[in-house]
C-alpha cells in the first residue's frame, strides 16, 4: 500500500497551527482544530446560484459574491433586491425607476446613478443612496446618462461614458463623486456605453461595451486617477455589453454578452498587461445584466434576453482544504 511517506520521503507533520509556508501536495494535521489538511490547487469554475425573484435585462449591481445588491432593470423598474450566496430576497425598491442604472458600493451601503427613466427626460441624472434599508435621493450627476461604466463605494465613486438620450448616443465625459457631490472630471479617451468595469475611482479599468466606431466591444481605456489612457492590450473576443468585475485594475475578469448580436458564453481573464480566453463558459448567454467581485470570486445576475439566472465565478487559485475521511 503507497503511504505518504513513501510519495513524499517524509511523515505527516503534527502542528498546533497551520504553516505560513505550504507546498501543493503538502499535508499536515492541525492538532488545535483536530483535522488533516492539504494545500491543493482549485480549478476555475462558473456555478449556478439562486434565481432572482424579477427576470430582467438592464440590471446592475454591486457587492461580492456572497452579498450582492442589484437596481433597476426594463421594462423601466424600481424592482430592488439583495443574494446571500445561495438566493435573493426582495427589498425596498428605488424611488424612480430606471433602466440601465449605475450602481457601486455593497450589499448596505450602495451608491445607484443615471440611468434611463422614460419619457420625457429618457436619460436620468437621479443618485440615491442605500443604507441597508431604504433609499435616499441625493444629488445629481451633472450630465443626464445611462448605461454608465463604474467603479467605487457609496463615498467615493466614479462614472463614465453613457448613452444621453435623446443627446448624443455615446458620450465621454467621466464624472467623480465625493460623498456628497458630482464633479465633473477628465474625459474618457474614446466614447464608449454599456462598458464593463473593474479597480476603484483612483485605478480603474473600463472594457468591452459599445462604441461608435471599430472595434465594437474590444476596447480597453485605464483611468489613473487623474485621467484616461489606452492599454495596448484589448479584450481577446468583442462582448459588446456584457459582464465584467475585478475588485484591482490588474486582474480582471470579462464574461459572456454579445458580438454584433451573436451571444457569447466566452470567459476572458485580464492580468495587467494581456487579455486570456479561458476554457470556462457560462451557462446562459446574456447581456445588459449585473456583476460583482474580484477575479478569484465573481458573480453575474439576470440580463437580456430577460433572465433571473445567476452564475458564481471561482477563479484558480491554490487553498488549503481539510481532508475528510468517510
Not at 16 to 42: E, M
Not at 133 to 158: D, P
Amino acid at each position: 500500500m503507497t503511504t505518504y511517506y513513501g510519495l513524499y520521503g517524509q511523515k505527516v507533520q503534527y502542528l498546533a497551527s497551520d504553516p505560513t509556508d505550504v507546498q501543493v501536495g503538502q499535508v499536515w494535521y492541525n492538532s488545535t482544530s483536530a483535522v488533516l489538511k492539504v494545500r491543493q490547487q482549485v480549478t476555475a469554475a462558473w456555478a449556478t446560484g439562486g434565481t432572482m425573484n424579477t427576470a430582467r435585462e438592464q440590471v446592475n449591481g454591486a457587492g461580492a459574491q456572497t452579498a450582492m445588491i442589484i437596481a433597476g432593470g426594463a421594462p423601466v423598474s424600481t424592482a430592488s433586491e439583495i443574494y446571500n450566496g445561495s438566493s435573493w430576497t426582495a427589498i425596498t425598491g428605488l424611488p424612480t425607476g430606471r433602466e440601465a442604472a449605475s450602481v457601486v458600493g455593497t450589499q448596505t451601503a450602495a451608491l445607484a446613478f443615471g440611468g434611463f427613466q422614460g419619457a420625457p427626460l429618457f436619460s436620468s441624472v437621479i443618485t440615491n443612496g442605500w443604507d441597508g434599508s431604504s433609499w435616499t435621493t441625493l444629488n445629481s450627476l451633472n450630465t443626464r446618462r445611462y448605461a454608465m461604466g463604474e467603479v467605487g463605494t457609496q463615498a467615493a465613486a466614479l462614472g463614465w461614458g453613457g448613452d444621453n438620450f435623446p443627446g448624443a448616443r455615446v458620450s465621454t465625459p467621466t464624472e467623480s463623486w465625493n460623498g456628497t457631490s458630482w464633479t465633473t472630471v477628465n474625459s474618457l479617451g474614446t466614447a464608449m456605453y454599456y462598458s464593463a468595469a473593474a479597480g476603484t475611482t483612483g485605478s480603474a479599468l473600463a472594457f468591452g461595451g459599445n462604441f461608435p466606431t471599430s472595434p465594437t466591444g474590444t476596447i480597453n481605456q485605464t483611468w489613473d486617477g487623474t485621467s484616461w489612457s489606452t492599454p495596448p492590450a484589448n479584450l481577446t473576443t468583442k462582448i459588446g455589453p456584457g459582464f465584467g468585475f475585478g475588485t484591482v485594475s490588474t486582474a480582471a475578469i470579462a464574461a459572456s454578452g454579445n458580438n454584433q448580436g451573436s451571444p457569447l458564453t466566452t470567459t476572458q481573464s485580464y492580468d495587467g498587461t494581456s487579455w486570456t480566453n479561458l476554457p470556462q463558459t457560462v451557462s446562459t448567454a446574456r447581456s445588459t445584466g449585473a456583476s460583482a467581485g474580484s477575479q478569484a470570486s465573481g458573480i453575474i445576475a439576470g440580463g437580456s434576453p430577460a433572465t433571473g439566472a445567476t452564475e458564481e465565478w471561482t477563479g484558480p487559485a491554490i487553498e488549503s482544504k481539510t481532508v475528510t475521511v468517510t
